[in-house]
T-cell receptor
Framework: GAGVSQTPSNKVTEKGKYVELRCDPISGHTALYWYRQSLGQGPEFLIY????????DSGLPNDRFFAVRPEGSVSTLKIQRTERGDSAVYLC?????????????FGPGTRLTVL | AQSVTQPDIHITVSEGASLELRCNYS??????LFWYVQSPGQGLQLLLKYFSGDTLVQGIKGFEAEFKRSQSSFNLRKPSVHWSDAAEYFC????????????FGKGTHLIIQP
């Protein structure tokens, strides 16, 4: 079946602009995660959804970052007033139930560049 | 808070030689442990995972890892590497609840010499 997909694959924006990054999880997966991977680093957890609700958003760096998953499937990560330090690869992952034993399946990521 | 340390930023191995990538974790209880591989332009792919039971776990692509509680380690091994194994390898830990995501190490870049 289809894996996790993310669009766009690349996004270049100017400092101060607003961006939206989209994630399509594996069909039927109730758990969805967003991570951010900076150059030379491992992925860093941002937010976790169980169904439509954000069960844990402790990883969001500040209030410029927001994510939604209105129908429990597709999720959008929204970044307001982008800064150069937001440049990174944003990864989305989904798992069947969200239990720790479940495998998280990752998408290819969206590379965000803020000029 | 849990943390993961991968001491080696880069490792170079000759094709056909054995490989061991190191991973140390910090967590109060027995964590759930994972190894992922990331190839250029590819998403992270799970190689193997450990939750409980047999401390030697087998994964895909001929990889295995051993959980050693006394050393807080979960090292990844492969008896004979192939050129296609060149990639970035990440060790990760989950506290078990799933709710706070995975905590990843900084990764080890594996280079294969012909």
């Amino acid at each position: 079946g289809a894996g996790v997909s993310q669009t766009p694959s690349n996004k270049v924006t100017e400092k101060g602009k607003y961006v939206e990054l989209r994630c399509d999880p594996i069909s039927g997966h109730t758990a969805l995660y967003w991570y951010r991977q900076s150059l030379g680093q491992g992925p860093e957890f941002l937010i976790y959804f169980q169904g439509t609700g954000a069960a844990d958003d402790s990883g969001l760096p500040n209030d410029r970052f927001f994510a939604v998953r209105p129908e429990g499937s597709v999720s959008t990560l929204k970044i307001q007033r982008t800064e150069r330090g937001d440049s990174a690869v944003y990864l989305c992952a989904s798992s069947r139930t969200g239990q720790g034993t479940d495998t998280q399946y990752f998408g290819p990521g969206t590379r965000l560049t803020v000029l | 808070a849990q943390s993961v340390t991968q001491p080696d930023i880069h490792i170079t191995v000759s094709e056909g030689a054995s490989l061991e990538l190191r991973c140390n974790y910090s967590y109060g209880a027995t964590p759930y442990l994972f190894w992922y591989v990331q190839s250029p332009g590819q998403g992270l792919q799970l190689l193997l995972k450990y939750f409980s039971g047999d401390t030697l776990v087998q994964g895909i692509k001929g990889f295995e890892a051993e959980f050693k509680r006394s050393q807080s380690s979960f090292n990844l091994r492969k008896p004979s590497v192939h050129w296609s194994d060149a990639a970035e390898y990440f060790c990760a830990v989950d506290s078990g609840g799933g709710a706070d995501g995975l905590t990843f190490g900084k990764g080890t870049h594996l280079i294969i010499q012909p």
